[in-house]
Each structure stands twice: as C-alpha cells, then as structure tokens.
C-alpha cells in the first residue's frame, strides 16, 4: 500500500468517526440522521476495499 493510500484509508475513518460524533447529536434531523448514515457507510466501505487491495499486495508478495 502506497503512502497516497494510507492516508486515503486514514482520512477515510476519519470522516466516519466524525460522521458518527454527528449522529450522536439528540437535535439532529432524521433526515440528517439518514444521510450522514449512508455517508458513513460509504466512508467505511471505500476503507474496507482500501483494506482488501492491501491485503491482495501482502499476499501476492508473500508468495
């Protein structure tokens, strides 16, 4: 995983830890609510991929 990468994966937890202390706030809209959901979602799940196509080079170069 390059360093552009990294920092991609950081940023991208960064922003859904920041999307959840958002929805922890009682005054917020359930509209809000649902797209700072599904804003987080999607935060966590270009992370994950970030993750697999790292694991993909580990294991390619452990062979």
């Known amino acids: 995983m390059s ?3 990294n920092i991609h994966f950081e940023d991208k937890i960064k922003e ?3 999307l959840l202390e958002k929805l922890s706030n009682p005054e917020i809209t359930l509209e809000n609510s649902v797209k700072l959901y599904k ?5 966590l799940d270009d992370a994950q991929k970030l993750l ?3 694991k993909l080079v580990f294991t390619q170069l452990n062979k």
Do not use: I, S, V
């Open 16 to 18: 859904a830890k920041e």
């Open 52 to 54: 697999d196509e790292a």
């Open 39 to 43: 804003d987080g979602l999607k935060q």
């Open 3 to 5: 360093t552009e990468e």
